[in-house]
């Protein structure tokens, strides 16, 4: 079962198009950051932000390898992760946010007046 603090990372990883075509690719196989970026057509740049991210919700997982014309290649994977979002994972999860405000909409704790 995931913190509510657990749940909001994963869900906010998973949350963008760009994220969503990295654990595609990353799917079939591991590979390293340059030739992410060409599969996806987008900069190293942006996939590094993106990867971060992903690899912050732990989602993925990077190593470091040396290519055989001896230069030092960042390697990612995906680790195992499913996501089941139900009505009680979400209850089950909210006691535990660490940041109220995000569940309430202000710091104080009250409930946002509309």
Do not use: C
Not at 24 to 38: F, G, I, N, P, Q
Not at 41 to 69: M, P
Not at 87 to 94: D, R
């Amino acid at each position: 079962m995931w913190t509510g603090d657990e749940l909001l990372r994963q869900l906010g990883a998973l949350g963008n198009p760009h994220r969503l075509r990295i654990v595609a690719a990353l799917r079939a196989e591991r590979t390293y950051v340059s030739k992410l970026a060409r599969e996806l057509r987008i900069s190293r740049a942006l996939l590094q932000v993106h990867l971060r991210k992903l690899e912050a919700a732990g989602l993925v997982t990077a190593s470091f390898e040396v290519g055989e014309d001896g230069k030092t290649l960042r390697f990612y994977e995906l680790t195992a992760f499913s996501v089941v979002l139900t009505p009680e994972t979400i209850a089950a999860a909210v006691p535990t946010l660490t940041t109220p405000d995000s569940v309430h909409g202000n710091a104080d704790g009250e409930e946002g007046r509309t």
